[in-house]
């Protein structure tokens, strides 16, 4: 079963940056859509970034793009998201999430919740402005 664990989460002003981490226990044998979530209080959950680990295709939400970047570091068996230009509408707990799947799979379900199996505890972020 995938474990995840994000860290990196924090306060920052308007304009600055973060960087999340998402370690992750996953099967070398296979490959998996791996995405970032966030919530914001009285909202629902949201897609920000997506990346399948079998090439790397990426994938983001339009109001991060440009903005924000997904990486993976198979090494470290962990997922990033670089956080540039951060607006205080990003604040939010952000989650990351994996599914075994193909990249088709991955490019056709992105940003559906129930199409993720593993979920970490969450990292806050928080933008003042």
């Known amino acids: 079963q995938v474990q995840l664990v994000e860290s990196g989460g924090g306060s920052v002003q308007a304009g600055g940056s973060l960087r999340l981490s998402c370690a992750a226990s996953l099967s070398p044998h296979s490959m998996y859509c791996m995405a970032w979530f966030r919530q914001a209080p009285g909202k629902e959950r949201e897609g920000v970034a997506a990346?399948?680990?079998?090439?790397?295709?990426?994938y983001y939400a339009d109001s991060v793009k440009g903005r924000f970047t997904i990486s993976q570091d198979n090494a470290k068996n962990t997922l990033y998201l670089q956080m540039n230009s951060l607006k205080s509408e990003d604040t939010a707990m952000y989650y990351c999430a994996a599914d075994r799947r193909s990249i088709w799979g991955c490019a056709s379900g992105t940003w559906s919740l129930y199409g993720y199996d593993a979920w970490g505890q969450g990292t806050q972020v928080f933008v003042s402005s």
């Open positions: 990346i399948y680990t079998g090439g790397g295709s990426t």
